[in-house]
């Protein structure tokens, strides 16, 4: 894969926004992108834009149109993507392949998502579908695995809720991010319990906002200057082969495994990493799968502060799905935007010093108890 | 842009089916594609799967995994796409990219479509636009549309309704399309008023159906044979830059352009064509953007016959939109499965005799009364 470049990133507020629109969102992120890049809407060759819930929610189609039609970008080709929680990064990597293959001097992917609308309801992954049906709704899959890894590895629910902790105080040093504030374990776990050992306090809350990033080619990162490398950006589905492996998603490993592969380097040479913290369980879960420990290690990782900022391998300095809210088509863009503000040593009280590579993985819906679609992208100055 | 092949094509029929499944649906259509190229599930190596209105009538997202999985297409990159009725041509146009760019050997386009369930309503285009609201839903603004042509151009309804009897008799000689039958100019003028001067039999049918081209490198190509050249896929949005010109959409004419330039022919190269009449007042502007005949002689190249099988210029031979219905991510796959099989030579009693290049045009939404999206792809052999 030839060389390209994140030459720019932009994000809204990720929150609770019931009076903003889906597309004065979108326009915002992309506008920030487009200003941090420094680069005029005419440029912009192709564009993605992820987004899963405007057609359910607001009955809104081809949303990717109307948010560029708002910010000028033009008459290029547009491509509106859903991958469920990975759709923000499943335009990232169409992005980066249409510059990496010559298609494109300037790509653009963005996320958008707008979820705080009146009477949303339970918003599930296939109403059709039997197990839904049957209750096995998104947190109560969760629930499981969490039952699992503490039968299985003697993870405790104090170790769960520490991810909750950890990222809700990262997420009170980012300003974008909505659900930050010191909160105890003890408190997490007397939070309202959504499905045993899960408390509200470990899921993450839905919210509105938007992300971009703009892929750039060699030439138009020396040009631009500030840009930082994509040494890797992998999408892949499910195998479903192991419905019944609760605490080892094979999508996940596999996503990991293959961008280490590709970019050449392995989990010791992160400095950061982002990972889709649905639940606390999920980040524990990520750890294994990026090889940040050994499988059955990470309620004992987050527990010794490891993963915590300050710690050997800080793993969501942004807050986090925890601590920034799920705006589910944009969440993996923002998990894109954190690794270009802390490579480029920009992130404020939230820097992880000496940043030079940082890894975000996603994943988006389940079935049959494997991943739909994982992402990792692994970025570098 | 390197050369590329369409290597396989399959579709369901087209036609309200309530009580078939999506998944069902899109995965007849892809193991139809599959066995007509000789390739096994195994070899797929990315797929991009168009759908609209899976989150807004049936509740849910990914669709593509599901029907992916069903199939035994596993593990690759699965990218669901969403371009209202471009959909599907979105989905070629990043599958033949990702084959072009040396990503994929083997790449996989598929729509699929499922409308025809209980209490859908009228599904308008974004429920929250003013215009919407305001009553200009899409019928309505075709038939702005039509009084424009009218009264610039002279076209007559009588014309007007030749493009339904024409696709109507095209579609009852493919089985695979839902709606063919012999209807009279009367009749189609005589069937209820939706949007004066659009009478029912002029807007195409609501329809289930699943569509899916196999996309090969050359190599690929020609160990399978029977394989048709893909000479150009474009995929662009709306400038927006004339909301008044109700009889020229700019991006249709653009797309149009840039396919032929792509491909280094011109509309007199063609063969036949298939193109989105979604009203019948849509194929006449479709003839024109498509360089079939001047600007405003639409009405009079039907009503001459040109574009009937037979004519100098067959248009819809498939039965279009009106013939086959519109299950909207699933009919710009079936314009491609149309194409294949006339250029293969295998239409049986709709052959066009010696066709060896084909142009399907397709487009997607409105906004501003200029496309939000619109495809061309030149196929040839």
């Given at each position: 894969m030839a060389a390209t470049a994140v030459v720019g990133v932009g994000m809204t507020r990720f929150a609770k926004q019931e009076e903003r629109s889906l597309v004065g969102l979108g326009a915002e992120a992309v506008r920030a992108a487009l200003a941090d890049a420094g680069?005029?809407?005419?440029?912009?060759?192709i564009a993605f834009v992820g987004n899963v819930f405007a057609g359910r929610l607001l009955g809104d189609m081809t949303v990717g149109q109307d948010v560029l039609w708002e910010v000028g970008v033009h008459r290029v080709p547009v491509v509106n993507v859903e991958n469920a929680c990975a759709s923000g990064s499943t335009a990232f990597f169409l992005a980066r392949n249409a510059v990496a293959s010559g298609q494109a001097e300037v790509a653009l992917a963005v996320g958008v998502e707008k979820l705080c609308v009146p009477d949303v309801g339970l918003l599930t992954q296939g109403d059709h579908e039997l197990e839904t049906q049957l209750g096995f709704v998104v947190p109560a899959s969760f629930a499981l695995r969490a039952r699992r890894h503490m039968t299985e590895f003697g993870t405790t629910v104090e170790q769960l809720a520490q991810v909750s902790v950890k990222n809700r105080r990262h997420a009170a040093l980012n300003p974008l991010a909505g659900f930050g504030r010191d909160v105890t374990v003890a408190e997490v776990l007397a939070s309202p319990m959504i499905a045993d050992p899960l408390t509200r306090l470990q899921c993450c809350p839905n919210a509105d906002g938007a992300a971009a990033a703009l892929v750039g080619s060699p030439a138009v990162a020396r040009r631009l200057g500030r840009a930082v490398d994509v040494d890797a950006a992998v999408l892949c589905s499910g195998s479903y082969e192991n419905p019944q492996d609760l605490v080892r998603w094979e999508t996940d490993y596999r996503a990991c495994r293959l961008a280490f592969d590709e970019a050449g380097i392995g989990p010791g040479d992160l400095d950061l990493a982002e990972c889709?913290?649905?639940?606390?369980i999920s980040e524990l879960l990520h750890y294994e799968a990026m090889g940040l420990c050994e499988p059955g290690e990470g309620g004992r990782l987050v527990a010794g502060g490891?993963?915590?900022?300050?710690?050997?391998i800080p793993v969501n300095v942004s807050g986090g799905l925890l601590g920034r809210g799920h705006p589910l088509g944009a969440t993996a863009l923002a998990q894109l935007c954190e690794l270009v503000t802390q490579l480029r040593g920009e992130a404020g009280a939230r820097q992880v010093e000496g940043a030079r590579v940082g890894l975000a993985q996603c994943m988006g819906g389940e079935k049959a108890a494997d991943a739909r679609s994982c992402t990792a992208v692994i970025l570098s100055v």
């Open positions: 680069i005029r809407p005419g440029e912009v060759e889709h913290d649905a639940f606390t490891h993963t915590a900022l300050g710690g050997r």
